[in-house]
């Protein structure tokens, strides 16, 4: 049985003063990875599916070149991004 999630980026935020107090480098600005209405769609159809891969390749639209974006054909996802979704992933799955 295959299944699909969606996922849309539907906003970024930088604390500044948070990237002040706790980055190693303290302007580093906002990810460079992810940009507001990338969109992925996670699919499984019984096999090793995407978790083996970190979402390598599971960009289906963004604004910017897709070789840039992390789940584009080139970067997978960061692992701090991918520890953060993969289980809401997996549960919608």
Known sequence: ???KVRLTVID???FP???QQYCANPNSGECPCYH???TFIFESDGGQGIFWHMGLNT???TSM??????GG???PHCAEAWDAIARY???GR
């Open 65 to 70: 070149v897709p070789d840039t974006v992390a």
């Open 59 to 61: 960009l289906t639209k």
């Open 1 to 3: 049985m295959k299944h």
């Open 36 to 38: 507001v209405g990338d």
């Open 89 to 91: 992933i997996y549960t």
């Open 17 to 19: 003063e948070l990237q």
């Open 73 to 75: 054909p080139k970067i």
């Open 12 to 14: 970024k935020k930088l």
